[in-house]
């Protein structure tokens, strides 16, 4: 799978990871030692994340119906948590530096292709 920000024409990741089981969804990146460039978890649906027990810090999008970005959090370091976002369908964990090294902004449009 690959993440496209179809408004800024730039790939966000090209090794992607999709959630859907309860399961999935609530290990996400735990027990990860690292986060490559390039990689992404999609955690559907999800409209919040916690970083309880992560090693390291990444980037956060949050997703709503229509593929737009609803918020976008930089850097999200270990043992927080971010707000809830109602109007998310789905969040996008990236490895940190992802967003501000593509120029990703809120009110952006994703493409995920399978």
Same mark, same amino acid.
């Given at each position: +799978? ?11 990741? !090209? ?7 309860? $399961?999935?969804?609530?290990? @996400? $990146?735990?027990?990860?030692?690292? *986060?490559?460039? @390039? ?11 916690? +970083?309880?027990? +992560?090693?390291?810090?990444? !980037? /956060? =999008? ?9 918020? =976008?959090?930089? %850097?999200?370091?270990? *043992?927080?948590?971010?707000? /809830? ?11 940190? %530096?992802? $967003?501000? %090294? ?13």
């Amino acid at each position: +799978m690959k993440i496209i920000n179809t408004t800024k024409n730039v790939t966000l990741a !090209d090794n992607v990871i999709l959630t859907q089981t309860t $399961l999935a969804r609530l290990r @996400g $990146l735990l027990f990860r030692k690292e *986060f490559r460039k @390039g990689e992404a978890l999609i955690i559907k649906p999800c409209n919040s994340i916690h +970083m309880f027990f +992560m090693s390291f810090p990444i !980037d /956060v =999008i949050f997703v709503d119906s229509n593929d737009r970005i609803v918020k =976008i959090h930089k %850097g999200i370091k270990p *043992f927080r948590a971010t707000p /809830v976002y109602f109007k998310s369908k789905f969040a996008i964990e990236l490895p940190a %530096g992802t $967003l501000e %090294g593509t120029n990703t902004t809120e009110s952006d449009t994703l493409t995920v292709i399978p």
